[in-house]
């Protein structure tokens, strides 16, 4: 529904609210992604700093086999806020020391360094792998391996934490900044409702005295005692009230004065309206007349233009009956297709003149259709004649596109657009001719991309080429191109054309529905 038909206390409620409800929807939304961020990198660095102070504890452990010391870390980290299992494995991979539920029997390989692997366990658990490695080995050989100037790994230490603490502070968080934010809009609410009572309860009164004007009861008087402008209105209305009082008294003088001379000027008006009536008739007739033969030629025109391709196809098949009827080779069956493609042709000949009366017609609904259909119609009129001068139509449907519109006036745009594209070829005598279509969607339209290898057009030319009588044919009307335009723009789309390398192209735009 349109603001314009809203109240004044509709319009200031919503003024009111809808900006406070946005700007509280965005900040509580920033204010819970920014806490549960937190609270996840809070539950991590927790992890991480818990696997760390660890690590470096359990070296000693690990060095001299001491299990018993092992265990002790293990059980004072289990301890700790969510810590749901500790383990220690020495750096075969056997486990030393254990506390708790671990989810996994064996973490996988630690980071580098003093890096920490977090990864996501089940059952909500986050677990924290960190790798155990010896503080100083200057001229220590472990194993018989010669590690000089080098760290040894130990082992490693895993910690599984719990996240069921942190995902039920996190609900809490999102249910506390809704029920904040549902309070701070109810105040809002209540503070808009009392600001628009405050506001339309004058101008109600206000409303009210203009409508008693406006019945004729001059002597109706507002109190002004409204704050700031409405209270200048009121008395505004007042000081109207009275000079409309005071006019009325002077009216009926004038009314008489001015019925006298009315009664002189109606003797000689009946007679000029007359006359100027009959001239602006026979002007509006004339203009219906060029109207209608404007209309008529241009369809006329257009149904010519059409018709060309399909009456070529039909001599090329009639020369074709006559050759395979000279060769002996005109058997039953090929006649059947020869008079089942007459029979197509001249059935789409009958249909041009249907499609162009229609386009005059109002109430034309749309619908929803395939866009591969119509082109495949425009194709099957076109496909003897392009064949014959050996130029390659290449279709690539791709997937199922629809479009809103009028299918059978978008397949005479195509065969315009295809008829132009064979005269072009011809004229620049190109010898292997190509004209490729492709289908695609993209947002809320459907396109035809139409290109071909004819050298492109002119950049001059381009601004213009859609314009009423536009042509660069010797003998061309000018009138396909921009009754394509119309066709498209009556659909709801557009048409526009480009230079590519080696040629043109021509995009149509339609509602994809």
């Not at 409405?230 to 004065?257: F, H, P, S, T, Y």
């Not at 259909?373 to 390659?392: C, R, S, T, W």
């Not at 690539?396 to 195509?414: D, I, K, R, Y």
């Amino acid at each position: 529904m349109s603001m314009k038909r809203w109240g004044i206390q509709s319009r200031v409620l919503f003024l009111a609210l809808v900006p406070t409800a946005t700007i509280a929807i965005i900040l509580s939304a920033s204010f819970i992604i920014g806490g549960i961020k937190a609270l996840d990198t809070a539950l991590q660095e927790r992890g991480i700093s818990i696997a760390r102070h660890l690590a470096p504890a359990s070296e000693y452990g690990l060095f001299s086999g001491n299990r018993d010391a092992l265990q002790a870390l293990v059980q004072a980290t289990m301890g700790e806020p969510d810590v749901l299992a500790v383990q220690i494995f020495d750096r075969q991979g056997r486990m030393q020391a254990a506390g708790g539920h671990p989810a996994q029997a064996v973490p996988g390989a630690a980071g580098q360094g003093n890096a920490v692997r977090v990864s996501e366990g089940k059952g909500h658990r986050l677990a924290f792998v960190m790798a155990v490695y010896q503080g100083d080995l200057e001229g220590f050989d472990i194993d018989g391996i010669g590690t000089k100037g080098k760290r040894a790994t130990l082992g490693q230490v895993s910690v599984e934490l719990s996240t069921l603490a942190t995902v039920e502070r996190q609900r809490q968080l999102v249910v506390n900044s809704l029920l904040i934010t549902l309070a701070g809009l109810a105040l809002s609410a209540l503070l808009a409702v009392r600001l628009s009572r405050d506001v339309i309860r004058p101008i109600r009164r206000l409303a009210a005295g203009v409508r008693k004007l406006a019945d004729g009861r001059l002597d109706t008087r507002l109190p002004a005692n409204s704050p700031a402008e409405i209270g200048a209105l009121e008395e505004g209305v007042n000081i109207m009230a009275a000079n409309l009082k005071a006019a009325q008294e002077n009216l009926q003088e004038r009314i008489d004065e001015a019925t006298s001379e009315l009664a002189e000027l109606n003797a000689s008006l009946e007679r000029r309206v007359k006359d100027e009536v009959e001239k602006n008739l026979g002007h509006e007739r004339l203009l219906i007349h060029q109207s209608r033969l404007a209309a008529m030629g241009e369809m006329i025109g257009n149904i010519t233009h059409q018709w060309r391709q399909p009456l070529h196809s039909l001599s090329l098949l009639h020369a074709n009956i006559k050759y395979a009827f000279k060769a002996g080779r005109l058997s039953q069956e090929s006649m059947e297709e020869f008079a089942q493609f007459g029979q197509k042709l001249i059935m789409k000949m009958a249909s041009t003149i249907d499609d162009f009366s229609n386009f005059f017609k109002p109430n034309k609904e749309k619908v929803l259709f395939q866009v591969r259909e119509p082109i495949g119609q425009a194709l099957m009129i076109v496909g003897a004649n392009f064949k014959a001068q050996d130029i390659d139509v290449g279709f690539e449907p791709g997937e199922a596109v629809q479009a809103l519109g009028f299918p059978n006036e978008l397949s005479q745009v195509v065969l315009n657009i295809l008829s132009n594209a064979k005269e072009v070829l011809a004229e620049r005598g190109v010898k292997k001719g190509r004209i490729a279509i492709r289908l695609e969607r993209a947002g809320e339209f459907s396109f035809i991309h139409i290109s071909d290898n004819g050298g492109g057009i002119a950049e001059a030319v381009l601004p213009q080429l859609f314009d009423p009588y536009f042509t660069t044919k010797e003998k061309g009307s000018g009138i396909g191109l921009y009754m394509s335009k119309m066709i498209m723009e009556r659909m709801g789309g557009r048409i526009g054309a480009k230079n590519i390398e080696g040629g043109a192209e021509f995009s149509l735009a339609l509602p994809a529905g």
